[in-house]
């Protein structure tokens, strides 16, 4: 009767959620009680090795040992053997944990009952299972059936726990990537905050302190203000950064499919569902969910996203399973929310669950002392994509930028920039400075600088005649006919030059001395 508990305790252990030391050792404690070992030890086999993984009994630095077969013929013999193995008590063969009992004290005691069991799966040999007593006959009349018993099942729990553990490796390590790849992209795409005028500083300091918080975060501003930068510093500077942060395109979401994508579905619940399907909600558990232009979401969905904004509560297209996800949500629009909800086009109760912490981002025409900032940061980047020597931007290029008024924003900005440095980098030799002029801009912009600085190039060298030596302004004289003349010409250094009477090397080697090309 206690074979047979200790046999169907074993078994048990197997479907237990345990560690794999503790499924071993009570693998141990379950034998203790029918077969009276001194020390019993589980081996691991590894190579031409028994590498002990859990032991009873044994010295402490026993679990530090290897024990190679060709050293240890008792163990040689019990790995061979296709059934358990009980030495003799008189055998002369040396036993592998002699004066290596936890009792010891110094003294070299002998073992005197040996026997041992080798564990296989199929025809694989994976370890060996030993017990080891100092009488001689204590192991007399255990029945070789229970321990070929005990032996299939230990060999199934050592290959178990081996699969479980590899899974445990596996999954941490693809956790590993996947962090380290949300690292690398935060990297890239970046999470800092470019400006110093009032209203970045703001900002930051909003994004600094919300970002302790859990509280839902609204995201407004213009198309192009980088309302997503904003979003990944919230979560970059928040206790939920080591977790992913997700991102929807509410936008793109077709209101057929908009439910399955946050929420999920289960098989059969539509034409096309062939199998389960996590939404997004359930995926970023305990992250960030950003869900871009929300304005766009549809109202058949926003009751669902209510849900789950209030109660954590996620249910699955065609499922009546409540499940609980723990989700930091931040959201982002360029509609007037307040608008869209007198005119029955967004849920008013949604709206408000949204506003807990809204952060609006200033367009940048109202931060035009940012703009140097952005285009240095940008001419940089366009610099590293191209492989360009160093790229810089002439004083009266800045000023262009900083009088467009930029629609399109700080996407714009980037655009723009990309745009331009790759056109003044044609006509340099390759690593050769980049120096991009007004007149590379294009024609907006020098209408842009007409509106805003009205007065002649004549009427601007003459105001600045008292500031500058004669040699300068002289420069600046040519340098703006240079540019009126490129931005008549869309840019045609060829007709540019024929419209000064200049012949076309020669306007070329003063556009380089005046630093235009």
């Not at 790759?422 to 600088?449: C, Q, T």
Request: hydrophobic share 45%; with cysteine.
């Amino acid at each position: 009767m206690e074979q047979l508990d200790a046999i169907v305790a074993i078994a048990l252990d197997l479907t237990a959620a345990l560690s794999s030391e503790e499924r071993y050792r009570r693998l141990l404690v379950a034998l203790k009680r029918v077969i009276p070992y001194d020390a019993a030890a589980l081996l691991r086999l590894d190579g031409e090795d028994l590498v002990p993984i859990v032991s009873e009994g044994l010295s402490e630095d026993a679990m530090g040992r290897r024990f190679p077969l060709r050293e240890h013929p008792r163990l040689e013999i019990i790995c061979r053997s296709s059934a358990p193995v009980a030495f003799p008590s008189d055998s002369e063969l040396p036993d592998p944990y002699d004066g290596l009992l936890a009792d010891d004290r110094g003294d070299f005691k002998r073992i005197h009952a040996c026997l041992g069991c080798p564990l296989r799966v199929g025809d694989a040999l994976i370890g060996a299972l030993t017990a080891d007593a100092a009488r001689p006959h204590s192991f007399a009349g255990i029945d070789a059936s229970f321990l070929s018993a005990v032996a299939a099942l230990a060999a199934a729990e050592m290959r178990t726990t081996h699969l479980i553990e590899a899974l445990e490796q596996s999954a941490k390590r693809q956790g590993l990537i996947a962090r380290d790849l949300m690292r690398d992209v935060q990297l890239r795409q970046g999470t800092d905050i470019i400006g110093t005028t009032r209203a970045m500083q703001r900002l930051r300091q909003d994004i600094e302190l919300v970002a302790r918080s859990d509280l839902t975060v609204l995201v407004t501003g213009e198309t192009g203000v980088g309302k997503e930068l904003v979003a990944r510093a919230v979560h970059a500077a928040s206790e939920r950064r080591s977790e992913p942060m997700l991102y929807v395109n509410c936008a793109a979401l077709p209101e057929t499919l908009a439910d399955s994508e946050l929420f999920g579905h289960v098989r059969g619940a539509f034409t096309g569902a062939s199998a389960d399907r996590a939404g997004k909600f359930e995926v970023a558990h305990h992250g960030t969910l950003f869900l871009d232009e929300i304005g766009e979401l549809p109202l058949s969905v926003q009751p669902k996203l209510l849900r789950a904004i209030q109660h954590g509560d996620i249910q699955r297209v065609g499922s009546d399973k409540v499940v609980k996800a723990d989700v930091r949500l931040v959201a982002a629009t360029n509609r007037d929310l307040e608008r869209e909800v007198k005119a029955n086009r967004f849920r008013a109760d949604l709206f408000h669950r949204l506003y807990v912490y809204p952060l609006n981002v200033p367009a940048l025409r109202d931060r035009a002392d940012d703009i140097p900032l952005l285009a240095g940061y940008f001419c940089d980047v366009a610099r590293r994509r191209l492989g360009l020597g160093p790229v810089r931007l002439d004083p009266e290029a800045i000023s262009a930028l900083k009088s467009y008024p930029w629609p399109g924003n700080v996407r714009e900005l980037e655009n723009v920039l990309s745009r331009v440095t790759l056109k003044a980098a044609a006509r340099v030799p390759r690593g050769d400075p980049v120096v991009i002029a007004r007149s590379h801009l294009g024609p907006d912009f020098i209408a842009s600088m007409r509106v805003a600085a009205p007065q002649s190039g004549q009427e601007r060298l003459v105001a600045s005649i008292d500031r500058v030596e004669l040699k300068e302004a002289t420069k600046q004289f040519q340098r703006s006919l240079i540019e009126r003349a490129l931005a008549d010409h869309d840019g045609n250094w060829s007709a540019a030059a024929r419209s000064l009477g200049m012949h076309r090397s020669n306007f070329h080697h003063l556009a380089v001395r005046l630093g235009l090309k």
